[in-house]
């Protein structure tokens, strides 16, 4: 299975291509559509997923094309078990960064609704959104204490800089930053959700947030292309270069290097191939190719942003 980059798609009625022209309809209408959707599709994993079941010993964490390692030379040294094992704890790695940023993406959205229109389809989105999020966040947090049973954070700089950011970011830059995060999340998940050589609670773990996350990436959309409107040249480079410092940290913060040691691997040595992997480089850049498209749209994808993007292989 070549996992890559298809980004293969999660089949349901509230898909893309069966919503009339949502980009054209504004905040409200979205939002609206977006509660329908809530309230017919959401799923519940503490009730879906056996947590208590035997994992299969010759499963997967991801798509084994979608390891930091694979197309180095150090995997292949690897014997089956250790790349079994490297993989669910990349994974654990890049799922517990997902609760670190959704913990984010919880208190800017939070703060963004403050005072806002209890009544109106926007507010009631944002906060099924949070909703949405503390149980993808709880989901994670199961999901890679049976993988792994271990825990894995940002470096303390990249924690302060997320404090700092979750503090200062508003509008376009908030939402800007959820989405990249988000659609970071959906490239790994949509590329391992329909692979049967991975566990199968990591798949359903996939399928449900792919699912909810299309939710929360239009909702997203909307709100950029709200707060872009008018906006002058000099705020997008600030926004555009803010947005994608964000990007920046996410990306490079995915998969720890404790990750690579709790598996057993020379995690100096990981490190440094996984850093000079152009396999992995690749599968990320060819994989946002629709989130840089989206940022150049709204005026945000500008020169020095680039630059990080690059420096993140996102770009």
């Known amino acids: ?9 999660v089949e ?30 959401s799923r519940n994993a ?5 947590w208590s079941a035997p994992m299969d010993p010759t499963k997967y964490g991801c798509s084994p094309e979608w390891s930091s ?3 180095t030379a150090y995997w292949d040294e690897l014997t089956e078990e250790q790349r079994i094992s490297v993989t669910r704890h990349e994974f654990a790695s890049i799922m517990n960064i997902g609760i670190w940023f959704e913990m984010i993406l919880q208190e800017m959205v939070i703060r963004d609704q403050y005072l806002g229109d209890y ?18 966040s709880i989901m994670f947090a199961k999901a890679s204490e049976k993988m792994v049973g271990t825990s894995y954070k940002p470096s303390k700089f990249v924690g302060r800089l997320g ?15 959820i989405l990249v995060a988000e659609e970071v999340l959906d ?24 699912l909810e996350e299309s939710r929360h990436m239009r909702f997203a959309r909307e709100e950029v292309r709200e707060s872009m409107r008018g906006v002058g040249w000099m705020r997008r480079q600030v926004s555009g270069l803010y947005v994608a410092l964000g990007a920046y940290f996410i990306v490079t913060s995915l998969v ?60």
């Open 256 to 315: 720890q290097r404790k990750a690579f040691a709790d598996a057993g691997l020379d995690a100096d040595r990981a490190v440094a191939e996984m850093n000079a992997n152009s396999h992995f480089h690749s599968m990320i850049r060819s994989s946002c190719a629709h989130l840089m498209e989206f940022l150049d749209e709204v005026g945000l994808l500008t020169r020095p942003a680039m630059r990080y993007y690059r420096k993140a292989h996102m770009l």
């Open 1 to 9: 299975m070549t996992a890559a980059m298809d980004r293969t798609r």
């Open 119 to 136: 009544h109106g389809a926007e507010f009631q989105f944002a906060l099924t959104e949070i909703a949405d999020e503390c149980r993808h």
């Open 46 to 50: 503490m009730t879906e997923i056996d």
């Open 187 to 210: 490239v790994f998940q949509r590329g391992c959700m329909r692979d049967d050589r991975v566990l199968d609670f990591i798949r359903t773990v996939n399928e449900i947030h792919v």
């Open 12 to 41: 349901h009625p509230d898909s893309t291509d069966n919503v009339v022209s949502m980009r054209d309809q504004g905040t409200d209408e979205v939002s609206q559509r977006l509660l329908a959707s809530a309230a017919r599709l």
């Open 163 to 177: 404090k700092l950011f979750k503090r200062t970011a508003k509008d376009e830059v908030a939402y800007a930053g």
């Open 69 to 71: 390692l694979y197309g």
